[in-house]
């Protein structure tokens, strides 16, 4: 049987919190962790032009300034993954929190726009630090399924709310404050998050962890994979050169990588682990789900803007019940996976998912509503999924690798989310010609583009359908081998 049971994973289960309450340290900490990871990813964009004009940047300086931040993040969660499974999630966590709001306060020495992108790798590289152990710390707290949805989705709902209001947050800051203070609010709540998880969470014992030494070379291979991977959608939308080789040159390295993975003694992932349907399953789920939502979202934004004429920040407004929707279910997941048990629920999270997909592929040219609608089913069914699959995952995996299976979940909806915003876009730029610009855009460019919208979400539509049958399957399997 590969899913231990929670005595047999956590030989100490009956320290453990027994509430939330109990644990409330604990969780403020790990709640104020995801705050910080996703506000500094939208509060700053709000900021973008005051950052032009303030440091004479260029449009590209631009991209830097938002895209470094989310390629470090993405590229180095497997790394730090497992090496906080061998040297302690607890210490990872702290030095990434104290890096996070080191490198935040040096804003304040900021004066090209060169200093600034590299300000922002920095903070990312800290985010991605402190991600895998988020998730990873917050799963260990708890001996019962139950608790553990119900933290997640307590630290999940925080983290959106940050990346809602984010955009918010630094318009209403930047009225009576310079730029600056966006990133400088990192630092109260880096503390706050810090002291949270020092105070809190016991440090790893030796006996939680991987006393083994790093695959170096796996690290490398990939690290350079994501990097790559990250890359190839920005550069095939925006029609750079070389971007199908940087493509190429990522599933040469994930090759590799994965060659490597096989034939190290000591890996940095185990690839006998990611046969357990548990694990499988869960990295299915959040893989089709990146690639379902990013690209509903972008292609969201053409139609309220490019098709129907609404102006950025209406259009900003037209999204916004998908973002109350995910926090508004929050309290209800709980719920939910009691009556019906994780399987289930994820069963129902997917139909909702695909849905709403349908919904907006064939009906959203007729009214807004209609869109509202289909976005809102994608969001509770996301909420739903993403939650129990990261349960599938965790709960998979041996106790001494709960960190590098928290950055793997992560992982697999950053790269899906890339792949899904580029079967999008390419569909849209082989249906459509010259830019895409809100103005002059006449009746026939809009249909052309309306339909290839159509086309573009039907196609993701059937991509995360595929996917989430093939985990459906398998947690079906993974039962049907648990039953006695």
């Known amino acids: 049987m590969e899913q231990r049971s929670n005595s047999q994973q956590h030989p100490n289960a009956g320290t453990r919190p027994q509430s939330l309450r109990a644990a409330g340290l604990a969780l403020t900490g790990l709640a104020a962790v995801f705050l910080i990871e996703m506000l500094d990813t939208s509060v700053l964009n709000v900021a973008l032009p005051t950052i032009a004009k303030d440091l004479a940047a260029s449009a590209s300086e631009l991209q830097w300034v938002s895209g470094a931040y989310a390629l470090m993040f ?26 996070f709001g080191v490198s935040s306060a040096a804003v304040l020495f900021v004066s090209t726009p060169e200093e600034l992108v590299l300000l922002r790798a920095l903070i990312g590289v800290a985010a991605a630090m402190t991600a895998p152990g988020s998730m990873a710390l917050s799963f260990r707290l708890f001996d019962d399924d139950a608790l553990r949805v119900r933290a997640t989705a307590l630290i999940s709902t925080v ?26 609010m990192n630092v109260p709540i880096a ?14 014992r030796p006996d939680e962890l991987r006393l083994v030494p790093i ?44 060659v490597r993975q096989r034939r190290a003694s000591h890996p940095l992932i185990d690839m006998a682990l990611l046969r357990r349907r548990p694990v499988s399953t869960g990295l299915i789920y959040q893989a089709a789900l990146g690639l379902a939502t990013a690209g509903l979202g972008y292609t969201v934004t053409l139609q309220l803007q490019l098709v129907w004429g609404w102006p950025p920040a209406l259009a900003a407004l037209g999204v916004l019940p998908q973002v109350i929707t995910m926090i508004a279910i929050g309290p209800f997941v709980e719920r939910i996976v009691k009556t019906f048990g994780i399987d289930k629920s994820a069963l129902f999270g997917s139909c909702a998912v695909i849905t709403g997909l349908l919904l907006y592929a064939l009906f959203a040219r007729l009214s807004y509503v209609l869109i509202a609608i289909a976005i809102m089913l994608v969001a509770a069914g996301m909420r739903v999924t993403m939650i129990t699959a990261t349960i599938n995952v965790m709960r998979g995996l041996p106790s001494d690798r709960t960190s590098i299976g928290a950055a793997l979940n992560d992982t697999a909806q950053e790269l899906a989310a890339g792949i899904g915003i580029v079967i999008v876009g390419l569909v849209v730029a082989a249906s459509t010609s010259g830019p895409l610009i809100a103005e002059g855009w006449t009746s026939t460019q809009s249909i052309t583009l309306e339909n290839a919208i159509t086309l573009g979400v039907l196609t993701l539509t059937t991509t995360a359908f595929t996917l989430l049958a093939v985990a459906l399957v398998r947690a079906r399997r993974s039962r049907a081998e648990a039953a006695p």
């Open 74 to 99: 993405g590229a180095l969660m497997l790394v730090f993954g497992s090496i906080a499974d061998r040297f302690g999630r607890r210490r990872m966590m702290l030095i990434g929190l104290a890096l």
């Open 159 to 184: 983290g959106l709310v940050g990346l809602a209001v984010g955009p918010t947050i630094g318009g209403l800051v930047l009225e009576v404050a310079p730029w600056q203070t966006l990133l400088l």
């Open 191 to 204: 503390v706050l998050a810090f002291l949270g998880i020092r105070l809190g969470i016991r440090a790893d």
């Open 215 to 258: 695959d170096v070379l796996g690290a490398i291979l990939g690290t350079a994979a994501i990097v790559l991977a990250l890359l190839t959608p920005t550069m095939l939308l925006d029609a750079i050169p070389g971007a199908w080789a940087v493509g190429v040159a990522a599933v040469v390295a994930l090759a590799a990588f994965v």
